[in-house]
């Protein structure tokens, strides 16, 4: 059965500091892992990973997959207190053309000023 | 470019009540999916359509889940008989036919509480 774990699933962390967010997988026939951060409202999309060590960037924002080790992580540097949210990591098994999402549990990351 | 739009925002009914939820994806997303989230949890997958097409439904979906895509524009989500285990926050999500593989967004979705 198709499964994304994430890492930690709670996270408080003060204001300016670094946090690594961890997400590992077991998906067949894998098309992409993909980032997304949830407020009170939608998951709004980060960033869609497809190759191994390319790192994908977004201002304080980055991420990395390894396909072989089957993970990813988030990183994000001088945390602000709006980076407050749930982080879910998505993985893309093949459905039809598209992709079916499996989403892992979240991380809780708490920013405090 | 107006984002994923669902409809109502909240729905509360007693149970055994039918229920419908309307999703109005990303204007030329030919793809739309629909989600479920309970607290604590990320989203699981339901259902998804292709143009008018329901292509795959998941076995989460049971025979009092029905979706529809008439004309490949909006879609519905109806429940029939509503049961306590119902409640959950409905997600519904688009993305366009294109080359490679094309991240879906996501509407604010239909929180349902069953009382």
């Known amino acids: 059965e198709d499964k994304v774990v994430q890492s930690p699933l709670s996270l408080v962390v003060h204001e300016g500091d670094t946090v690594t967010l961890n997400c590992s997988y077991e998906?067949?026939?894998?098309?992409?892992l993909l980032w997304y951060k949830q407020e009170k409202k939608a998951p709004t999309f980060l960033f869609m990973l497809?190759?191994?060590?390319i790192e994908k960037k977004s201002g304080r924002l980055s991420s990395i997959l390894d396909k072989k080790e089957l993970f990813s992580i988030l990183n994000i540097t001088a945390t602000q207190t709006g980076d407050s949210a749930i982080y879910l990591c998505?993985?893309?098994?093949?459905?039809?053309?598209?992709?079916?999402?499996?989403f892992g549990q979240g991380t809780r990351l708490t920013i405090n000023p | 470019d107006t984002g994923v739009s669902q409809d109502p925002r909240h729905k509360i009914t007693k149970r055994g009540q039918n229920v419908t939820f309307r999703c109005d994806p990303i204007?030329?997303?030919?793809?739309l999916y629909w989600y479920r989230q309970t607290l604590g949890q990320g989203p699981e997958f339901l259902t998804y359509?292709?143009?008018?097409?329901?292509?795959?439904k998941s076995r989460l979906l049971s025979d009092r889940f029905s979706a529809e895509r008439p004309k490949g524009s909006f879609s519905t989500l109806e429940i029939q008989r509503t049961e306590q285990g119902d409640s959950a926050m409905y997600l519904c999500?688009?993305?366009?036919?294109?080359?490679?593989?094309?991240?879906?967004?996501f509407g604010d979705g239909t929180r349902l509480s069953i009382l």
């Open positions: 999500a688009s993305s366009p036919i294109g080359a490679g593989n094309q991240p879906q967004h």
């Open positions: 998906v067949t026939n894998f098309r992409s």
């Open positions: 204007s030329e997303h030919n793809r």
């Open positions: 497809t190759s191994s060590g």
């Open positions: 998505a993985v893309g098994g093949a459905l039809w053309g598209a992709q079916k999402l499996v």
């Open positions: 359509f292709q143009n008018e097409a329901q292509l795959e």
